[in-house]
């Protein structure tokens, strides 16, 4: 903890990956993947250690985009471990095209090659 403190909300966008050419063949984005997986992983640790109970962090998790497929961090074992759930909190009216399957908002331009995924988590 920072000078003991436990917090009630924390906002970040950590590090997303190195800028991409477009030339990365399938190796490479397999290795930049799990590379985020396990900084991640970490983070959601250190976060959620400093975070009070029923608080909240904001952050951006990157989603690999390559040959028209999109990559998300599977983080779910991570939350867990961290003491941290997944929290919804868009209202319906959101078009399910905006959603992703876990409930968080996604943004990126059509030439990006990674999509930002908004998450809110709650410690739990």
């Not at 909300?9 to 997986?37: Q, V």
């Not at 250690?49 to 989603?63: D, E, F, Q, T, Y």
Request: net charge positive; hydrophobic share 40%; aromatic share 6%.
């Amino acid at each position: 903890r920072l000078a003991g403190q436990a917090y009630q909300a924390i906002a970040t966008e950590p590090y997303l990956g190195p800028p991409f050419t477009g030339r990365e063949d399938e190796r490479r984005l397999r290795e930049i993947h799990a590379e985020l997986a396990e900084l991640y992983r970490v983070t959601l640790k250190v976060l959620g250690s400093l975070l009070a109970p029923g608080g909240r962090i904001c952050m951006v998790w990157p989603v690999l985009r390559s040959h028209g497929h999109e990559h998300p961090l599977e983080l779910s074992a991570a939350l867990g471990a961290a003491k941290l759930a997944l929290v919804n909190l868009l209202p319906t009216e959101i078009p399910a095209t905006w959603r992703t399957e876990r409930g968080t908002l996604t943004y990126a331009r059509a030439d990006q090659r990674v999509v930002r995924e908004i998450v809110v988590l709650r410690k739990t």
